[in-house]
């Protein structure tokens, strides 16, 4: 009784609420059980849900205003784009669609309250008095079950649009700037506020956008041929799937689909839930359970001209539910993760490397990795989507770079976010390069900290696995420390998201830059290790991005390259071999199962079957027909320590540019592998700063200095392409090589370390 008494006073402290009070279903808290039902067994499941449930603070509970009957209920669809998006002819479709009323801001408030046309009320007044008397005239206007259509200038009056936004769903349609430049050619300018002499057109619709983006709820692609009706329809589906969250829900890779037996599987995970909880409980990776948004060639070719983080945020707001975070805040994220922290304005740029290949660079980040693309965004996704009143650990296990990315992503967390969200890093202490080792233990804040483990990386990654799974250690501190616990691996899906958002960007790169046109297919090839990033490029391909083969690159543990091409994985009789490529020094490639899932038609108990397998025989082999399928989308090759040096010297000797040792192992299998039909992008994971002693080697310097800021200096000296890493450079002037704790290979041990971490971090609840 004393520790039931326990529990529930823990989880009333974490929820802020008391055990007594009971939810409604659309906050998908659940009741609690009752007294008698409630076992040690069952502690960390219901503490788990309860904990992780999707923050009802943050939820965008506008359904309220729907009946039971109608779209639109008492509320109004507003639509809102800049002048020429199409907004009057959508808006009475629609209407019509929907036998509602339709009304025009312009033609029906704004000229009839004025008695005047509104391009003779901009004559009259001027610019800046117009947007004064238009957003009074808001302010003055009610309707209510109507569809309304806004003037382009609408939103730059703050009052006005907020007056407006408290009586609808406002939805931005989105058109490229030249395709309005080019339907207004042949309009009259007269009504466009704000144009005159030196001020164009395109200014002014460049300007205007950073007030759409502040007040829409939902995004509506239109491009340039689009036809009204189609647009008007993807404004009713987009409603609709603004209304129906329900069904953007997330199974287990392992769950069992016939009858949903099981406690999990009954249950339904939003977006937050996943972000937070990470791992299902039942071992499994979380998927969406109707699968990923599709793009139309339209869409995509609509982002042609975006910036890297427009084409980040119109693909994460199709990803991510506004239920879960809506549109203005996930901008707001965005732009806060790939701003001034990446040295280059274009955050992922695409070089001309030679011939037909081209290098995606990843590397411009604060750590020098393609880690930060995800770790620089999901620590705010995360701190969004949390309750308030909990306290989170995030456990990661690294190879090498995730280490100092997520080290350094959670600590660009607002202070008050740092009190109540922590992280332990668990690496193998003899397994990553000195370099990223210095950036490991050098990033370790006030709330993160490194701890190095005397095994490879396979063993961390698994004990945290199981450490997840352990519903005793799980529920022991939940209830003694208001702590839950969450992973910031690949494993977890806000991890995957971001990835897949580089590999559409460097397709549209390559369109924009007139290598290719759109349609045209491309070859990807990525150092892998995880799978996480190759899995990333292939969901890009399922949602509309032309991509033809995705070729998986391995170092000497080719686990993954012999799978690719038998169709047996097997793990019996390998041991881990270090390489100059830590981050593809992996064994059990964890995001694989999620392919499997998918091409598995979503058979959860094939999935389970498969890596009970593995786990238990050190083997699984797949059925021919699922190797047919992989062998569509997949090829593979592996490279060996010296082919991969000798590729970086030939490349710097013939361009004058240095792959770290990742690309180079992708650049070599690239080589053997591509059929130069088409052009092939090469991600360059890492910047060649990170591997030092091995890129001096490979340029055949003879006396290398083992201090690494001696190195870094040997390596800027050649003034190569691309420049030092200077972020990584004066982070490791800064930190040098400070402690770190080492812990033993043992399950026990890093639990112990887990707790004690807590300890001293968190208050104990008791």
Not at 646 to 675: C, E, F, M, P, W
Request: charged fraction near 20%; charge should be neutral.
């Amino acid at each position: 009784m004393q520790l039931l008494h326990k529990t529930l006073s823990g989880l009333s402290s974490c929820l802020g609420k008391k055990p007594t009070i009971t939810h409604q279903k659309m906050f998908h808290i659940f009741q609690y059980q009752p007294l008698r039902l409630i076992t040690q067994n069952s502690l960390s499941s219901m503490c788990l849900k309860l904990m992780l449930s999707r923050p009802v603070a943050f939820a965008q509970i506008w359904k309220s205003w729907l009946s039971s009957h109608s779209l639109l209920g008492k509320k109004n669809i507003i639509l809102m784009g800049p002048p020429g998006a199409g907004k009057t002819t959508v808006g009475r479709i629609v209407g019509q669609k929907l036998d509602c009323p339709v009304i025009d801001i312009d033609d029906d408030v704004l000229e009839t309250t004025w008695n005047m046309s509104v391009s003779e009320k901009l004559q009259d007044v001027g610019y800046e008095e117009f947007l004064e008397e238009e957003g009074k005239a808001l302010l003055k206007f009610s309707a209510s079950g109507s569809v309304i259509s806004l003037s382009g200038s609408n939103p730059m009056h703050a009052a006005g649009m907020q007056h407006m936004k408290k009586s609808g769903i406002v939805v931005y349609l989105d058109v490229p700037t030249t395709v309005i430049m080019s339907r207004l050619k042949s309009k009259e300018m007269g009504r466009i506020v704000g144009l005159s002499p030196g001020i164009s057109l395109k200014d002014i619709l460049q300007f205007r956008k950073q007030f759409y983006k502040r007040w829409f709820d939902i995004r509506v692609l239109c491009g340039g041929d689009i036809a009204a009706e189609v647009v008007a329809e993807k404004v009713l589906d987009a409603v609709k799937r603004y209304q129906d969250s329900e069904l953007e829900t997330f199974i287990s890779t392992r769950s069992s689909r016939s009858g949903r037996s099981t406690e999990e599987d009954s249950h339904k995970f939003y977006f937050s839930d996943v972000v937070t909880q990470g791992l299902a409980l039942d071992g499994g990776l979380f998927v969406p359970e109707r699968g990923l948004p599709k793009f139309t060639a339209e869409e995509w070719q609509g982002l042609i001209e975006a910036t890297y983080t427009e084409r980040a945020q119109v693909i994460l707001e199709r990803c991510i539910h506004p239920d879960d975070i809506p549109a203005a805040k996930l901008a707001e994220i965005i732009e806060t993760a790939y701003g001034e922290n990446f040295s280059c304005s274009k955050i992922a740029p695409v070089r001309h490397l030679a011939g037909n290949q081209f290098l995606l660079e990843l590397f411009h980040g604060p750590t020098a990795s393609f880690k930060d693309f995800a770790l620089q965004l999901m620590p705010h996704l995360f701190a969004y989507c949390i309750p308030r009143s909990c306290n989170y650990l995030i456990l990661v296990a690294t190879s090498g770079d995730t280490g100092s990315a997520v080290l350094d992503g959670f600590s660009r967390l607002h202070d008050t976010d740092k009190q109540r969200i922590a992280l332990v890093n668990f690496f193998p202490e003899d397994g990553v390069s000195p370099i990223q080792k210095s950036q490991m233990i050098g990033c370790q804040k006030e709330n993160a900290w490194s701890v190095g483990v005397k095994s490879d990386f396979d063993f961390c990654q698994t004990a945290i696995k199981q450490i997840f799974t352990n519903s005793d250690f799980t529920g022991f501190l939940t209830v003694e420390y208001g702590t839950a616990l969450a992973a910031a691996n690949s494993i977890n899906w806000a991890r995957l998201l971001p990835q897949i958002v580089y590999h559409a960007s460097a397709y549209l790169d390559l369109v924009h830059q007139g290598i290719i046109s759109f349609g045209s297919p491309v070859d990807i090839c990525i150092p892998t290790g995880n799978f996480g990033n190759m899995l990333a490029a292939f969901y890009a391909k399922m949602m509309g991005i032309p991509i033809r083969k995705c070729i998986c690159a391995s170092n000497e543990n080719n686990v993954l390259t012999d799978f690719i091409r038998t169709g047996v994985y097997d793990l019996r009789g390998r041991k881990l071999i270090s390489t100059f490529s830590p981050a593809v020094d992996i064994l059990k490639s964890s995001n694989l199962e999620r392919y499997l899932h998918l091409i598995a038609n979503e058979d959860g108990q094939l999935v389970t079957k498969l890596f009970n397998q593995l786990e238990n025989q050190g083997r699984f082999q797949l059925r021919k027909d699922l190797l047919g399928k992989l062998q569509q989308d997949l090829v593979a090759g592996w490279c060996s320590h010296e082919d991969c040096l000798a590729a970086i010297h030939s490349v710097y000797s013939t361009t004058g540019y240095i792959l770290d040792t990742h690309t180079a192992v992708a650049k070599v299998v690239a080589d053997r592998l591509q059929d130069r039909t088409c052009p092939i992008i090469i991600s360059s994971t890492a910047h060649y700063s990170k591997f030092a002693p091995a890129i001096l080697r490979a340029l055949r310097i003879a006396e290398i200095n083992q201090n690494p800021l001696s190195q870094l200096h040997l390596l800027s000296s050649y003034s190569a392409l691309p420049p030092i890493h200077w972020g990584l450079l004066e982070t490791l002037k800064k930190t040098g090589n400070g402690d770190h704790q080492v812990c033993a290979a043992d399950l026990t041990a890093l639990m112990s370390h887990i707790e004690t971490l807590i300890q001293n971090h968190f208050m104990k609840v008791f």
